[in-house]
């Protein structure tokens, strides 16, 4: 018998095109929701689809261009006559350095894609959401470095922090409309993000997971689909961590 936890939704996935996007786009399928799988990279996100079926969309998207994020949600609502009412902005880089070696560049880049770029989706999703009277549920993706503050990261992990408190701040905002907002942190997980960590440091890291591993992309699109689903209804401004007991 086939899952129904998201049967009918509409959902609009960033960063669908690998790692824990293309994982939370499959889920999604295979619990009954249509599925917008939005990427940078078409390609990938055409990739993505042909392994969900024929109903489902896949669409290039840039997050951090507002104007891009209104016509691709334009595009969607055109084909299937509403706009999505799930979104989970997934989206995000990576350009790591030491603060006195970090390019002023890269560092304005993660923030535009990891911060900016989940403000514009939320912005431009919700008012299409309250123009169409739905209700509806944001997941946006955090990390467990925002709290650790990762060396080498201090781009990645503050933009990371800062969509924590960004989806709290929406979620007082958006609660009038019937849309709630919350965050998943993912610990460390098998993306292509972490495949270039060197062995010696992935055994530094998973010393201090309780789990003794590496998390799959699969086991954080488990928590979003939750947060997605109607059995969520009362939970809102919340962060779950998802980290195998990362001390």
């Known amino acids: 018998m086939p899952s129904t936890l998201l049967l009918g939704k509409l959902a609009f996935v960033t960063g669908a095109g690998s790692g824990i996007g293309r994982a939370v786009a499959i889920r999604f399928a295979q619990e009954g929701a249509t599925v917008i799988a939005a990427d940078r990279n078409f390609q990938q996100a055409e990739e993505t689809t042909k392994k969900l079926g024929s109903t489902h969309m896949p669409i290039e998207v840039d997050v951090t261009n507002g104007d891009n994020i209104k016509s691709v949600l334009e595009e969607a609502i055109n084909r299937y006559k509403r706009p999505p009412s799930t979104i989970v902005n997934c989206a995000g ?6 603060i006195l070696k970090m390019e002023d560049s890269d560092f304005d880049l993660v923030l535009n894609v990891n911060l900016k770029g989940t403000y514009l989706v939320m912005k431009h999703a919700a008012q299409r959401m309250i123009d169409y009277k739905l209700g509806g549920s944001m997941i946006n993706i955090s990390s467990v470095t925002a709290r650790m503050g990762n060396m080498g990261q201090c781009n990645y ?5 800062a969509v924590d408190c960004l989806s709290r701040v929406a979620s007082k905002e958006f609660a009038r409309y019937g849309i709630r907002v919350n965050t998943v942190v993912p610990g460390f997980i098998n993306t292509p993000m972490t495949h270039t960590v060197p062995d010696k440091v992935k ?8 789990l003794r591993r590496f998390g ?11 947060l997605a689903s109607d059995k969520s209804e009362y939970i809102t401004g919340t962060s779950i961590e998802v980290s195998g007991g990362l001390a």
């Open 93 to 98: 880089i990576t350009r790591d350095a030491f």
């Open 216 to 226: 799959e992309p699969e086991e954080i699109s488990d928590t979003i689909a939750f």
């Open 157 to 161: 992990a503050p933009s990371k922090a």
């Open 203 to 210: 055994d530094m890291i998973t010393a201090n997971v309780a």
